[in-house]
């Protein structure tokens, strides 16, 4: 009964208050029109004062000579390149301040009539990287500080102006973007609010950006195959990189302290260096200002000597001789540089053993003659100005580098999804102008064909892609494949047939045809940026990848006027060719069904007495397969590719950088 009289109770105030309502609606239709608006205008009100409400709009004109002090005692011309040449279309940043801990970088840029700067920085620093809890607490990190900063970058976002804090492999990367004054408040708001942060604010946060973490990373099993394909190749190729389950079982046992731990690191600004770039409407003096400030919140130490995080060491695809003592193999294992009187040898003794008359030039530069390998006929001649690669050749041509071809069987991420795919991918050494404009050129005349070849003609896929790829400047051409019923071994054998017969087509390019993709290459390179954000962004990338190469595109663009057809045959038939000495391919393949891939499993584990013709397609295509068990054991017998050139940054006080 009292449960009655309750619900009874409950049912009459509903009622109630539901006549109640009516009554007030009818008693405000009666109102005459005016009284309504005068309730409804007194609702009405100004938004909060919003701080990033920009106020000074003035374009910034050239510094005075009385503004031009520097940031500190070392003030110098930024070189435009490695040789220091720079053209009157590309401005080459001015470097404010270099010295251990922190380099500054200075660009006005008004061309495009816009009052608003592009800040950047990048806080290089192992900590954030250096094991698989180390990189979730990075993450984490960031995603509490968004959440702590959000009622400043809301307001700041609504008034055209935003950041981005991203974490990666060398360290932590913030993007500002936003009107002059406004967008140096923002920056150093995150700043002081990274050094600041408390341990009650990550503790508040932590359950949630955990759980948002783990899911991120478990939704990452349901990418699509070709995805995951690609993933695998980048995964097995870098010496220093945490897989996605690894991030996974530490996002598990991660705890707040470990969160508090890295701040305070991070805040200590020991083992830090500091890249920062202002561009666009900012002006010397302001950019001074702003530097002060930065090193005064941070405070960083800069690195040790030989210490370089952003730096990854990517592994070669061909078994080497890790105790040679030649020094050009020991350049192209262990990434050290020789040494000049090394070089000399090192040349001398490619000089003796290469055949005479095998050689091309592109613009000044020479390159090396090719080596037959035995069975086969003795390709053309090396690509020309393959600069800075000598010892990659010097070591192929002294049979130190193997014909490397590698395949890679996955285990499914997301069994649900029965779609195969093949990631073929070919490895050409070091990014150099020569190199990558020869592969611009074979990507821009072979992306078609291929498509046309293995989608259209072949139906082997429903996506077929050919394009160039650069890991930590490492580049290499791709061929992506991903199918609903064609087996990858199929799939990867159609692609070296494919690859293989396109010398034909190279051959029969007319000089008309090859000028007409050299000047659409060209119009590329030149074309200018068409925004404030991609001039930034053109100007950050040199940096942000220590190549200092600000005038690049340049360099690319007289590289390909004096390109000729027989040194993109010599390219391919030193590297592009699977039947070429220096081939150096690895596939790595996601099978459909898991019940498939462990029958490619047990195949390639088959002794040759059990040979099924699986095994027989296997054997023939690779001279080693990769599968999860023996991932490990195959990255710890390979060596390092030869390291790009690098512009390092003063090392810190009491070290040196090795050389």
Known sequence: QQQQQQHC?????????KEDQQQQQQQQQKQPAHTILALALSQLHLPEPNWAVPIDLALRQEDTADNTASCGDSVAAASGAADGSITSKQKAPEVLLEQPGLCIWHSRDISFGLPKVHLRLHLV??????????????????????DVLLPWSYAADLAGSSYNLSAGQGGLVLRVAGFSGV??????????????????QIQDRFRTMQGRLEQGLTNWTNNNPAQHAEYAAEHLLQQHHHHNSDLLAAAAAVAPAD????????????????????YGNVSRQEMCQLVDQVQQLLQPEGLPGGSWPPLGKVLSLSPMDMDSSEPEVQQAVLGVPMTEAAARAADAAEAEECAVGASST????????????????????????????????AAAATGSFNPASVICVLSNPNPANNNNAVYYSVQLGP???????????????????????????????????LSSTSLHRQLGLVLKVQSPNTAPVVVSTAIRVWLTEYRHNIESLTTEQLQQHKQALKGKYLEPAKSLAEAARRTWVPI??????????????????????????????????????????????????????????????????????????LEQQAQVVVLPETLQSFKQSRGLMPIPQLHLPPAAAGTNHAP
């Not at 690191?265 to 920062?276: F, P, T």
């Open 362 to 393: 592109v613009g000044a530069d020479t390159v090396d003659c090719s080596v037959a390998s035995a069975g086969a006929a003795p390709p053309a001649a090396p690509a020309a100005g393959i600069e800075n690669s000598s010892a990659f050749t």
């Open 183 to 200: 967008a140096q408040q923002l920056l150093l708001q995150v700043l002081d609010g990274l050094k600041g942060i408390t341990a009650q």
């Open 259 to 278: 969160i508090l731990c890295l701040q305070q690191q991070l805040s200590s600004g020991c083992n830090m260096h500091i890249d920062m770039l202002g």
């Open 125 to 146: 620093t192992p900590a954030v990287y250096a094991t698989p809890a180390a990189a979730v607490a990075s993450r984490l990190l960031v995603r509490i500080l968004e």
């Open 544 to 617: 942000l990848s220590r190549t200092l190469e600000f005038n690049r595109r340049q360099q690319k663009a007289s590289a390909i006027e004096a390109l000729s057809l027989q040194q993109l045959l010599s390219f391919y038939d030193t590297f592009l060719s699977p039947e070429a000495p220096q081939h150096q391919a690895l596939c790595t393949q996601l099978w459909g069904s898991d019940q498939t891939a462990q029958a490619v499993a047990n195949a390639a584990a088959a002794p040759e007495t059990q040979a099924s013709p699986l095994h027989g397609l």
């Open 9 to 17: 109770s409950e049912c009459n105030s509903t009622n109630n208050f």
């Open 431 to 465: 990014d150099t102008v020569n190199v990558s404009v020869l592969l611009d050129l074979f990507v821009q005349m072979s992306s078609k064909a291929a498509f046309y070849e293995l989608r259209t003609r072949q139906r082997l896929g429903y996506a077929v892609t």
